[in-house]
């Protein structure tokens, strides 16, 4: 019998003893103890602690779902009872039903996975076992991990099969696709079912790292001239996204990494002294939290056009996924294109299986990627269209407003300190610019100056305008609004989200709506009832 013949029959008994009511089991825990010490030598990879784990913790906490279906699906899961249970969690969650012991054994009992899955023993032992959900996108990466490494293996026992009557040539080439495909693969989504969103009312707010800059989840690109102040721009960012301290607009707290492949260790930590002391705390504030990797003089290619071989991420690729998932990294700078890319920058596939394979490896996570691929010096656009269309956001920093006319002289360089970090493409989002002064190795942000007399009320005006327009609008498609800036339905950011903001910013369009509310032009009113019938109140125009 072959190795992977007595995998499956090992797995089949196992989840056979699941499914078994056991009355001899004196508790809970040892149903999971049962499962999670049957591995035969030759058992297939996998890890049953990481998906009693991933199950459990779904169970808890319903929320950390939206996560974890990025990472893993049902397939994934050795265990042929963990695969169903998943399944039946994500159902329940995707119809916006609860999933706990009780409801999840309810939607088993009722569907094809009766009698499959050990019952509401076996679901009790699963949530009895897991402490709480805190790592639970951790977990679901092992898993999925696991999934790849069974992938690769039954890949392996393939092409060796074939070895003795295939060309050696051809075989090699077919290895190197299929194993590229399951390392950068990610899992393909359900179709979505619109009868059950239907009863779920809005979908969810976008979210952004950087307020309507850097989308959540996204790759963007930041580009501009060599010399502009990219990589302090992007050190800056992380040192604050840290801190959670505002810059360039509001900023959702979060754990990031800096792939510095062009500066050494001394001239990032010189970095981040001077950022330190912008922000006023001690460099052990970014412990743990801001990961800075100096990568001068290592091979840092991750993508390459292989003469004989075509395309290929390399090994350094997995070097960067195991540092973002062993640190629990949510948004991921890579300074810059130059070093990582080694295929041709002007072929719109090059670029888009690049960015497709490192969104796989690197499955939810922000990716901002540091480049000067310009046209000629000064021009705000690179060679061609291919990395502008490919990612979600571009960036643009440079001494000149694009656009701007250049004249005949050159820049005065006693003005050299100025920078403009211009919005140039961020899909939902309109074109924006913030001002700059480069100084003392910092990107200083220019102070926003509160405008008074006839400008100032015009200005004013024209923002309580936006709000009364926008919430009209927002009224007339049924969309709840609050005052409350932590409410889901705050105004100001549903007017930006629904692109119905004109340019103004949320601070000015917040400020405009307690303008408002003062004036009584805004009201508090019932807007209709929760399911307890309990009213349900929002923002209406008076």
Request: proline fraction near 4%.
């Given at each position: 019998?072959?190795?992977?013949?007595?995998?499956?029959?090992?797995?089949?008994?196992?989840?056979?003893?699941?499914?078994?009511?056991?009355?001899?089991?004196?508790?809970?825990?040892?149903?999971?103890?049962?499962?999670?010490?049957?591995?035969?030598?030759?058992?297939?990879?996998?890890?049953?602690?990481?998906?009693?784990?991933?199950?459990?913790?779904?169970?808890?906490?319903?929320?950390?779902?939206?996560?974890?279906?990025?990472?893993?699906?049902?397939?994934?899961?050795?265990?042929?009872?963990?695969?169903?249970?998943?399944?039946?969690?994500?159902?329940?969650?995707?119809?916006?039903?609860?999933?706990?012991?009780?409801?999840?054994?309810?939607?088993?009992?009722?569907?094809?996975?009766?009698?499959?899955?050990?019952?509401?023993?076996?679901?009790?032992?699963?949530?009895?076992?897991?402490?709480?959900?805190?790592?639970?996108?951790?977990?679901?990466?092992?898993?999925?991990?696991?999934?790849?490494?069974?992938?690769?293996?039954?890949?392996?026992?393939?092409?060796?099969?074939?070895?003795?009557?295939?060309?050696?040539?051809?075989?090699?080439?077919?290895?190197?696709?299929?194993?590229?495909?399951?390392r950068t693969s990610r899992k393909s989504s359900a179709t979505m079912d619109w009868a059950a969103l239907?009863?779920?009312?809005?979908?969810?707010?976008?979210?952004?790292?950087?307020?309507?800059?850097?989308?959540?989840?996204?790759?963007?690109?930041?580009?501009?001239?060599?010399?502009?102040?990219?990589?302090?721009?992007?050190?800056?960012?992380?040192?604050?996204?840290?801190?959670?301290?505002?810059?360039?607009?509001?900023?959702?707290?979060?754990?990031?990494?800096?792939?510095?492949?062009?500066?050494?260790?001394?001239?990032?930590?010189?970095?981040?002294?001077?950022?330190?002391?912008?922000?006023?705390?001690?460099?052990?504030?970014?412990?743990?939290?801001?990961?800075?990797?100096?990568?001068?003089?290592?091979?840092?290619?991750?993508?390459?056009?292989?003469?004989?071989?075509?395309?290929?991420?390399?090994?350094?690729?997995?070097?960067?996924?195991?540092?973002?998932?062993?640190?629990?990294?949510?948004?991921?700078?890579?300074?810059?294109?130059?070093?990582?890319?080694?295929?041709?920058?002007a072929d719109a596939h090059h670029v888009t299986v690049f960015l497709n394979g490192l969104a796989g490896?690197?499955?939810?996570?922000?990716?901002?990627?540091?480049?000067?691929?310009?046209?000629?010096?000064?021009?705000?656009?690179?060679?061609?269209?291919?990395?502008?269309?490919?990612?979600?956001?571009?960036?643009?920093?440079?001494?000149?407003?694009?656009?701007?006319?250049?004249?005949?002289?050159?820049?005065?360089?006693?003005?050299?300190?100025?920078?403009?970090?211009?919005?140039?493409?961020?899909?939902?989002?309109?074109?924006?610019?913030?001002?700059?002064?480069?100084?003392?190795?910092?990107?200083?942000?220019?102070?926003?100056?509160?405008?008074?007399?006839?400008?100032?009320?015009?200005?004013?005006?024209?923002?309580?305008?936006?709000?009364?327009?926008?919430?009209?609008?927002?009224?007339?498609?049924?969309?709840?609004?609050?005052?409350?800036?932590?409410?889901?339905?705050?105004?100001?950011?549903?007017?930006?989200?629904?692109?119905?903001?004109?340019?103004?910013?949320?601070?000015?369009?917040?400020?405009?709506?307690?303008?408002?509310?003062?004036?009584?032009?805004?009201?508090?009113?019932?807007?209709?009832?929760?399911?307890?019938?309990?009213?349900m109140m929002g923002l209406i125009v008076a």
């Amino acid at each position: 019998m072959s190795g992977f013949d007595r995998t499956e029959r090992g797995a089949a008994f196992l989840d056979a003893q699941i499914v078994k009511r056991d009355a001899g089991a004196s508790s809970l825990v040892q149903l999971v103890e049962r499962a999670r010490n049957f591995d035969e030598p030759t058992a297939a990879p996998h890890s049953v602690d990481a998906e009693v784990a991933v199950l459990g913790g779904l169970m808890i906490d319903n929320a950390t779902f939206s996560k974890v279906r990025e990472v893993v699906a049902d397939s994934d899961f050795y265990r042929d009872a963990h695969r169903r249970i998943f399944r039946q969690i994500s159902r329940l969650i995707e119809r916006g039903e609860p999933a706990d012991v009780v409801t999840v054994d309810e939607a088993i009992k009722a569907s094809e996975d009766k009698d499959k899955t050990g019952g509401i023993t076996y679901l009790a032992a699963l949530a009895t076992n897991t402490p709480s959900a805190a790592n639970i996108v951790r977990y679901a990466q092992i898993v999925a991990d696991y999934a790849r490494l069974r992938d690769l293996q039954a890949l392996a026992n393939e092409i060796h099969a074939k070895a003795e009557r295939g060309d050696p040539e051809q075989l090699k080439t077919e290895l190197i696709e299929r194993a590229t495909a399951i390392r950068t693969s990610r899992k393909s989504s359900a179709t979505m079912d619109w009868a059950a969103l239907a009863g779920r009312g809005e979908p969810p707010a976008r979210v952004w790292d950087v307020a309507h800059w850097i989308p959540q989840g996204h790759a963007t690109l930041l580009a501009g001239e060599g010399g502009s102040g990219k990589s302090t721009l992007a050190q800056q960012l992380g040192s604050c996204f840290t801190l959670g301290r505002e810059f360039i607009d509001q900023i959702h707290p979060l754990k990031s990494l800096l792939w510095a492949c062009e500066d050494d260790a001394n001239e990032l930590w010189r970095r981040q002294v001077a950022n330190a002391a912008w922000l006023e705390v001690g460099l052990e504030a970014f412990a743990g939290k801001f990961c800075i990797v100096p990568r001068l003089g290592c091979e840092n290619t991750l993508f390459a056009e292989v003469p004989g071989q075509g395309l290929q991420f390399t090994p350094v690729l997995q070097e960067l996924r195991a540092q973002v998932m062993d640190e629990g990294i949510d948004l991921v700078f890579i300074d810059n294109l130059a070093q990582v890319y080694g295929a041709n920058s002007a072929d719109a596939h090059h670029v888009t299986v690049f960015l497709n394979g490192l969104a796989g490896a690197l499955p939810g996570r922000t990716l901002v990627l540091l480049g000067h691929p310009s046209r000629q010096a000064g021009s705000e656009f690179s060679g061609s269209a291919a990395w502008e269309n490919a990612v979600r956001a571009r960036l643009y920093l440079g001494r000149r407003l694009p656009g701007e006319n250049k004249g005949e002289q050159e820049p005065d360089p006693t003005d050299d300190t100025v920078r403009y970090l211009c919005r140039r493409k961020a899909n939902y989002s309109s074109r924006d610019w913030r001002r700059f002064e480069f100084k003392d190795g910092l990107m200083i942000p220019e102070e926003v100056v509160v405008e008074d007399g006839i400008v100032g009320h015009a200005r004013e005006q024209r923002a309580e305008s936006v709000v009364l327009d926008g919430l009209r609008k927002l009224q007339g498609r049924s969309v709840r609004t609050t005052e409350g800036a932590n409410s889901p339905s705050y105004l100001p950011r549903l007017l930006l989200d629904y692109e119905l903001a004109d340019g103004q910013s949320q601070k000015e369009l917040a400020a405009a709506m307690r303008r408002l509310r003062l004036a009584g032009k805004i009201i508090p009113a019932e807007v209709g009832k929760y399911g307890n019938r309990t009213p349900m109140m929002g923002l209406i125009v008076a």
